[in-house]
């Protein structure tokens, strides 16, 4: 199961999502309360999203799907032609 070369999954490793996720959860509350929970300052949160950055922008594939999601999104209009339904300002081929 899940490349353990040969172990059997067992306690947390077992347990369904939803339920790994439940008790989690409470552990980390409880954490707060006694005030042992480690609290990130915003450096090392800086620090950590550019390393999830980093991680996640070597995936060429996933970046490629990032962009056209992106460009979907946007209807595609980000160079050429008048996009009358922008209504940021600016003048952009004619009067109005």
């Known amino acids: 199961m899940g490349g353990n070369k040969g172990k059997s999954e067992r306690g947390f490793a077992a347990m369904d999502a939803e339920k790994q996720r439940e008790i989690a ?5 409880a954490a707060h309360e006694k005030g042992t929970a480690h ?3 915003s450096e090392e949160a800086r620090e950590a999203g550019r390393k999830g950055g980093e991680t996640v922008s070597k995936d060429r594939e996933h970046m490629a799907e ?3 999601k992106g460009g979907e999104e946007s209807g ?21």
């Open 66 to 68: 990032i962009g056209r």
């Open 25 to 29: 959860s409470k552990g980390g509350k």
């Open 76 to 96: 595609g209009n980000r160079r050429g032609g008048n996009n009358d339904d922008d209504d940021r300002g600016g003048n952009r081929g004619g009067n109005r």
């Open 39 to 41: 609290e990130f300052s």
